[in-house]
């Protein structure tokens, strides 16, 4: 967990940040962090680090461009120590994947106190803002359940509970069955895109005051919010409807699309689906393939890394859900050797 004291620390940090700048990763859980602290600050620009686990030393020119008096880095796995190396101001990093060594840079982290606490980055930064932001609670269960996560259910379930039906206990069946995992789908879905397409959704995002807006659509806000999901969602259904599941203990899916990274969508969607397989879905752009791997039972996290020993890439993340980008040419024995350590 993170203490008491840190997370005092850390709300100190933000609310006395007068041009704070944001780093959040492109899913649920970066965009609420975002939301939550960016509301917190009162100030402030967002910007949607895309496509991969890792922040990295060519975003240093954002910090030359906005010119921030502190540098907020939420839900991203890993920093380029370049990065940190790069820049004068103070970065604060709150995240919750395994914990990193790099310097320069406050580290807030559950797992740093306890391994097994991996509550999402949303969850933390929650506690900091509850007090002070309007609707947080909304807020931060989207970013919690995006994750996986239900550590905020109960109390979220009490203020809205036709948004989470009180026979619903666990992620899986909240983010498919469930008004609040339709509200999770559309608030990724919103971040897929082109940065200026997605960075338009998000300042749109930091402005609805109510779930309801966009389910249904009351605001203009909030149509337009529903708007840009169901254009994604087309997409989406119809890669889903491509996927043939056979009986190999994996269910590979390879796609090419460079506008649309909604390879973590699917893996976990298939893994609801198919809770006894392996999912993992692989993205082809440019000379690199971008993963996405799941699991209900097996800890793909060790394999990933393993399989990364001696390849061209690299990956990270939870224990049962983790990414990897790999070299398209070093793709092939990656897979060789992802196959054998799974059979062994």
């Known amino acids: 967990m993170i203490d008491k004291n840190d997370l005092g620390l850390l709300r100190e940090k933000v609310i006395g940040s007068s041009r704070p700048l944001f780093f959040f990763d492109d899913d649920a859980d970066g965009l609420a962090s975002f939301v939550l602290l960016y509301k917190l600050a009162g100030d402030g620009k967002g910007v949607c680090v895309k496509g991969k686990p890792i922040l990295e030393e060519k975003y240093a020119r954002k910090i030359e461009e906005f010119l921030p008096d502190r540098v907020f880095v939420l839900d991203k796995p890993m920093i380029e120590q370049g990065f940190l190396d790069g820049i004068s101001q103070e970065v604060v990093w709150l995240d919750h994947h395994p914990v990193q060594d790099n310097k320069k840079v406050l580290y807030f982290n559950p797992r740093k106190n306890n391994p097994d606490d991996d509550r999402p980055t949303t969850y933390w930064a929650y506690q900091v803002a509850k007090k002070d932001v309007e609707g947080a609670l909304w807020i931060a269960m989207v970013g919690v359940l995006g994750d996986w996560s239900m550590a905020l259910a109960d109390e979220f379930r009490k203020e809205y509970p036709g948004l989470l039906p009180k026979n619903i206990s666990k992620p899986d069946k909240a983010l498919f069955s469930s008004k609040i995992g339709e509200l999770v789908k559309i608030i990724n879905f919103n971040l897929k895109g082109s940065t200026s397409e997605v960075m338009k959704s998000v300042k749109i995002i930091t402005r609805i005051e109510s779930p309801y807006e966009i389910l249904d659509q009351g605001t203009p806000k909030g149509k337009f919010i529903y708007k840009k999901y169901l254009a994604v969602k087309e997409i989406y259904d119809s890669l889903l409807s491509q996927v043939v599941v056979t009986k190999d203990k994996v269910v590979f899916f390879k796609y090419s699309d460079s506008r649309l990274a909604i390879s973590s969508e699917l893996s976990n969607e298939l893994l609801y689906m198919h809770p006894e397989k392996i999912i993992m879905i692989a993205r082809e752009k440019s000379d690199e393939v971008v993963l ?8 793909v996290s060790g394999l990933l890394e393993k399989a990364l020993v001696g390849i061209n890439g690299y990956g990270g993340g ?8 790999v070299n398209k040419d070093s793709f092939g024995e990656f897979m060789e050797k992802f196959r054998s350590l799974l059979n062994s």
């Open 292 to 299: 996405s791997v799941r699991s209900a039972s097996i800890k």
């Open 318 to 325: 939870h224990d049962y859900s983790c990414g990897a980008c």
